[in-house]
């Protein structure tokens, strides 16, 4: 069974970097065709997508939040970071990290999330 786990502080000051590493269990994050992904949760709004980093390490971010994402593997340690820089409040939010896998549906692909973390709950503040 996979297994990801979300850790990093809880609180972050404005204009700082956010930095959450997942550390995944039962299967190897360079396993061939598989999408490591961070996705968010601001408070009483729906879930964002903020990016993948992919089996062969290239990434992906979201365009909105391209310019202050990064994300990296450690593949010795089987484990995927996010940082995100300049924070402000509105980043306030439960933030997930997730494998995905892709398929194509005809038309087009599609990433599908299979497993995901339990999420950690992280809020900018002073």
């Known amino acids: 069974q996979v297994q990801l786990q979300e850790s990093g502080p809880g609180l972050v000051k404005p204009s700082q970097t956010l930095s959450l590493t997942c550390t995944v269990s039962?299967?190897?994050?360079?396993?061939?065709?598989?999408?490591w992904s961070w996705i968010r949760q601001p408070p009483g709004k729906g879930l964002e997508w903020i990016g993948y980093i992919a089996d062969s390490g290239n990434t992906y971010y979201s365009p909105s939040l391209k310019s202050r994402t990064s994300i990296s593997s450690d593949t010795s340690k089987n484990m995927f970071t996010l940082q995100l820089s300049s924070v402000t409040p509105e980043d306030t939010a439960a933030y997930y990290c997730?494998?995905?896998?892709?398929?194509?549906?005809?038309?087009?692909?599609?990433?599908?999330?299979?497993?995901w973390g339990q999420g950690t709950q992280v809020t900018v503040s002073s």
């Open positions: 039962g299967a190897s994050i360079t396993t061939n065709s598989y999408y």
């Open positions: 997730a494998r995905a896998f892709s398929y194509w549906t005809g038309s087009y692909y599609v990433h599908a999330y299979e497993f």
